[in-house]
């Protein structure tokens, strides 16, 4: 048997090394929605790649995870979804509110006032028809002369279907580059409900 010499065994780790990080490169690129969370105090900012025209992809708050587009039909976890500017809620149990508290004086959740989504079943109708965050005020605001699409800065309560409470703020739709359907996002647990 032959022995590796030490100039030998370190080409072969950085080879394996380098080869294993091009397959995690590949594995996120291929999903297209995964972004580095970034805590900010106790708060999770996130973007969210919601480019695509056909697919959804999700977001479970419980674990501040995302759910590929390919897992979403079948993964039960997630509570929001998102493409392009459309949004929608994870069945009856997750519900949310727009509040009117800035975010950082949030600390309980609302005791009552929660809506779920309704989305209509009329062929004829939009994808966002009966979504509550498309319920005037929908979460943003289109400007028609210059095609900007802008947050409104609404704050939300969502209860995630873990029955969990969560603040959450929309921050931008654009990316750092200007690219359109990035959803820059905020929330945080919040630690109980109301008396």
């Known amino acids: 048997m032959k022995r590796l010499g030490p100039m030998t065994l370190m080409l072969a780790l950085c080879a394996f090394s380098c080869a294993e990080k091009k397959d995690k490169e590949d594995s996120v690129s291929e999903s297209g929605n995964l972004a580095p969370l970034t805590e900010n105090g106790e708060s999770t900012a996130m973007e969210i790649d919601a480019t695509s025209r056909t697919d959804w992809v999700g977001l479970d ?11 979403l039909p079948n993964q039960p976890t997630w509570d929001l979804a998102f ?7 994870n069945g009856a149990d997750v519900q949310m509110q727009v509040v009117a508290k800035d975010f950082a004086a949030i600390e309980l959740a609302p005791k009552d006032g929660y809506v779920s989504d309704q989305p209509s079943t009329a062929p004829e109708a939009v994808e966002t028809a009966g979504l509550a965050f498309h ?4 979460w943003y605001a289109y400007d028609i002369n210059t095609h900007v699409v802008s947050s409104r800065g609404l704050v939300y309560v969502i209860k995630s279907n873990e029955g969990r409470y969560f603040k ?28």
């Not at 708050?61 to 897992?71: P, Q």
């Open 61 to 71: 708050l419980d674990s501040a995870g995302f759910i590929s587009v390919a897992d």
């Open 83 to 89: 493409k392009r500017t459309s949004i929608k809620m």
């Open 135 to 138: 319920v005037e005020p929908a």
């Open 168 to 195: 959450l703020k929309f921050l931008d739709y654009y990316n750092a580059a200007r690219l359109p359907a990035y959803i820059n996002l905020e929330f945080q647990e919040l630690q109980g409900v109301e008396p």
